[in-house]
């Protein structure tokens, strides 16, 4: 409930850094819900690790929501997985579900295309940590269609491994560059002190 609220209030932004079976998923999409009731979402986007897929919809949408879902594919998974999954290609505007959930793999191939075909409004961005690294393809492509959508919830279980300046690639995707915490290293420099251990 606090985390609804909280994107409620920022707008349609939120970074969800809860830990490993704390409800992120049932969190997104509660929140997503919560956007459709305001006016401010129609359709959602749902990116996650291929091996997610099937999850978010069976443990997620289907259980928690009475709309519609679709998984996104490759051609011969939309030719054996039922209705319920199709590829892109075979997605318009008026063909596509409240929910459509795409693997990493697939999205970042033609990630515009997922959005206009979808005509997604929220993406909610499984796993986010994936983006920690500023230079790495995914980084790239969700900042590259942050513009394209209103809102944005990304989840992770681990928005630190190696340093708290892993956050700022997470921050700089969610606001398209628009905060203030810098790149990493300057955010080292301005945040971390480390002792004499060399612990930060």
């Known amino acids: 409930e606090q985390a609804v609220k909280r994107l409620l209030r920022s707008d349609g932004s939120l970074i969800l850094a ?10 997104s999409i509660m929140g997503f819900e919560a956007l459709r009731k305001k006016g401010k979402a129609k359709r959602a986007l749902v990116v996650v690790p291929a091996s997610l897929k099937r999850n978010f919809v069976e443990d997620g949408v289907k259980k928690f929501t009475t709309d519609s879902h679709l998984v996104l594919g490759n051609k011969q998974e939309a030719a054996h997985g039922g209705k319920n999954v199709k590829s892109i290609d075979e997605v318009t505007p008026q063909t596509a579900a409240t929910y459509n959930v795409v693997s990493y ?15 997604a409004d929220t993406v909610i961005y499984d796993e986010l940590h994936r983006a920690k690294n500023e230079t790495s393809k995914i980084t790239d492509v969700i900042k590259k269609v942050r513009g394209k959508h209103r809102n944005f919830i990304g989840l992770t279980g681990s928005v630190v491994s190696n340093s708290p300046a892993d956050l700022v690639p997470l921050v700089d995707a969610m606001t398209d ?12 420099s301005r945040f971390l002190d480390v002792d004499s251990n060399g612990r930060k």
Do not use: W
């Not at 191939?109 to 959005?115: A, C, G, Q, R, V």
């Not at 560059?177 to 080292?188: A, P, Q």
């Open 177 to 188: 560059g628009k905060h203030y915490l810098g790149n990493k290293d300057s955010f080292e």
């Open 18 to 27: 809860h830990d490993v079976g704390t409800g992120k998923t049932l969190t």
């Open 105 to 119: 793999d697939m999205f970042k191939k033609d990630p515009e295309k997922y959005l206009d075909r979808t005509k």
